[in-house]
């Protein structure tokens, strides 16, 4: 269950923050507002003089996180046999599915059997593009092709992640949206939507550490999901799920019940594609990707997979297995990736609870994983922020991004991710984007202060 | 110019063979042919009795060839600065074109310039099935998706690559064949019609030393490919130069006018995608892969491409710049692949020559670079000849398989790949072929000799 903040002056985590004065904005008289305004003026100068050039916009792991995986380069070398266990050369071509040891440890990681998945290429991304584009050519394990339909829909859980909404965009498909909730999805338009309309293909899931929101679905609404009874025969549940052991805690995790099997136990055994990567378990240019799904699933996709390539990158299969050793070595280096991530995450929040705390004018996720934290701003003010940061040199996710069509029906969400910066950075990157979210807050209600004003003459 | 032998009983390049007595088959009467066979069946039995197990079905590369491409392996280690040229950290996210250090290499060796070409990941047959599949989604720079018509037809030249003609068989478009020659694909018919048929979008080439006959493209077959005047807008010539690089000899090789250039001096600069990989340079499971194009192209394929990844594996690009250093590095490896394959060319060559020279039951390419020779029986008899060779243990690629639907008309192309096998197994396999081939035509003749003789009593 993630952790929604910013509304109580209090942080459980940090539970010296609140001593101070605060006062809510919105009971701040116009005087109030107006000196603050100036106050928040002078401040925002100073930060536009520091000539700051600092990026948040996107989940890319730092340097340090980078180096964690440098030993990567040295467990093959040219004296290394590069004969995987069942004895091919992983230097030739072939191998459609991926070799037997990144099988095994990818089905570790991704919680699937080392049969029901593929290993592709360095981008799940591509895998769900390609999923989509081969519905769209040639169907779903013999449905009807979807560039022969009048009209094909799919469901985005909002926020969520650009990238994705961004392919159905790209296919014509009509990106429909439905709210996330701290359980997940708002399942009960998710049912109501699935099981009425037939021309509801698919829905895109980052089921785990949501991006940007940072929780995870719970039991309830994975069950849910395997028990979907869609209108379309063909209908498939895009499970990304991106950061399945990408924890920030060692023992306050988040667990999810695992699609493939639930859906299995529900009688739906073809309901879900599963997607995840090492992007950010090794190098994210350089990882491996993966597939699972049922074997009618699969069968399908190799179908067209065997036309596509005679077979993708064996030997950087090979490293990963041979640099990891088998899911608990990857387990030990995610938690290196957390001793770097967690005190970036916690500056974000800490900051945020000091100076936003209280104020109710926005309120931000407190993930236990993943890559993102996700803050809203008052309705109406999260384009404006993100100009003021970028015009005193901090570049955010646009506003409106983790919204189909980049459309952020409340212009109030922004995706905050911290792991890129260094942290003495993040943090003076975070105090500007608090700052410049009490600016627009402060104009807002001064403007709607204004505004009213004459109202009460009258 | 490809020299195609095995008629005139006398090979260039082996003169003492044909001093035996070489009687064509034709010219036999039905006892000697009936002697002969006896004694084919004998020695076909005694291979038999070998219990072989050898692959000449693939161009894979021989282990010896892998082992060249070691240091690979060695140039990227824990210590490495994985930074290009461009400051780009190469372990992380971006960059969708390539690093310019790797642009620059695969632009030397495609003949282009490093800002007309993408580099992809590791399978050329995966960029060239994406070409297809976002014109069949998206369409060609802003023409109607082929998906939305009734009727899309490619050229195959033929005999060719079996892979490339699976690729347009999977989107449901039509095959058409026109016949390769020695210096290329039929010009009169390809020029007929591409300029009357507005359904034909495209042609599948391998211009040098061909898949599999081995020859490449004359200088006026090229010019006359740049000069098309496609009755469809949206036409493309598809140019997989695989084996650009790959010459047996170091000076008697083949050249072929670089198609984007004269493609743009013809004034159709739009005209052509460009393909070629690494594969048989570096390894064929890792090695990179690119497209090459006009600006118009690459724009139009960018926009695709940003949506279906986030970019391709960077490590391995600069892992094969830091290996080769340049161009001239990988020509000179490149020798050393001659160095392995030449051999084996010539003792197919040579054992073709010596038994079935003048016996006017076969021929076969004698190539200056390449994978393949292209080997033709009497007409039906390639089928017959295949399953000969698999019954005594040696794997062909299966007749028929170089040309679409895996139907050869006239039943007689077999594409021999000689790489992989190491050279005494070669010898044994090609002795197979070469005594598969003579007790298939030797009962054809038997068959004709006694089906015939009735009439004459009549």
């Not at 089921?207 to 929101?213: G, I, L, Q, V």
């Not at 920030?248 to 999810?256: A, K, P, R, T, V």
């Not at 179908?303 to 490293?319: A, E, M, S």
């Not at 900051?351 to 994983?369: F, H, R, V, Y």
Request: with cysteine.
């Amino acid at each position: 269950m993630p952790r929604t903040c910013g509304s109580m002056g209090r942080h459980a985590r940090f539970p010296w923050i609140g001593v101070r004065m605060i006062k809510p904005y919105a009971e701040m008289s116009v005087e109030e507002l107006e000196a603050l305004d100036k106050e928040l003026k002078v401040e925002y100068k100073k930060m536009q003089n520091r000539a700051l050039e600092l990026n948040m916009s996107r989940g890319k792991p730092c340097v340090e996180q980078l180096d964690l995986s440098m030993g990567m380069m040295d467990v093959l070398n040219g004296e290394s046999d590069l004969t995987c266990e069942d004895g091919t050369d992983c230097r030739n071509y072939g191998v459609l599915d991926g070799i037997p040891e990144a099988l095994e440890l990818l089905g570790d990681m991704m919680e699937v059997a080392y049969d029901h998945l593929i290993i592709y290429g360095n981008s799940s991304l591509n895998i769900m593009y390609d999923q989509v584009s081969r519905s769209f050519t040639h169907g779903v394990m013999g449905f009807e092709p979807w560039c022969r339909l009048d009209k094909v829909k799919f469901i985005c859980v909002v926020p969520g992640y650009d990238r994705h909404f961004k392919i159905t965009e790209y296919f014509g498909i009509e990106n429909i949206t439905v709210p996330m909730t701290p359980t997940g999805p708002d399942m009960d338009q998710v049912e109501e939507l699935v099981s009425s309309d037939p021309s509801i293909k698919g829905i895109w899931c980052v089921p785990k550490y949501s991006n940007p929101t940072g929780n995870s679905y719970s039991d309830e609404t994975v069950r849910r999901f395997a028990r979907l009874r869609p209108a379309a025969p063909d209908f498939r549940i895009y499970w990304d799920n991106a950061y399945t052991i990408h924890h920030l805690y060692d023992l306050d995790q988040d667990h999810l019940i695992e699609i493939l099997a639930e859906c299995k136990r529900a009688g739906n055994p073809d309901l879900a594609y599963k997607f995840a990567s090492t992007s950010k378990v090794s190098f994210p240019g350089s990882g491996i990707a993966a597939l699972a799904a049922s074997g009618n699933n699969l069968e399908d996709i190799r179908r067209q997979l065997q036309i596509q390539t005679i077979g993708h990158d064996k030997v950087n299969q090979l490293r990963h297995v041979r640099f990891f050793k088998g899911i608990h070595g990857m387990v030990e280096h995610m938690r290196k990736h957390a001793d770097i991530l967690r005190p970036k995450f916690e500056a974000v929040e800490q900051i945020c609870e000091e100076e936003l705390g209280g104020l109710g004018i926005a309120d931000w996720t407190s993930p236990k994983g993943g890559y993102f934290i996700s803050f809203n701003t008052l309705d109406g003010c999260a384009k404006d922020v993100v100009r003021r940061c970028a015009k005193a040199g901090v570049t955010l996710t646009p506003a409106g991004a983790t919204y189909p069509g980049g459309k952020d029906p409340h212009d109030s969400n922004i995706r905050i991710a911290p792991s890129f910066p260094p942290l003495e950075d993040l943090k003076t990157a975070t105090h500007l984007l608090c700052l410049s979210t009490k600016a627009a807050a402060c104009e807002k209600f001064l403007e709607e202060r204004r505004n009213a004003a004459p109202l009460e003459v009258q």
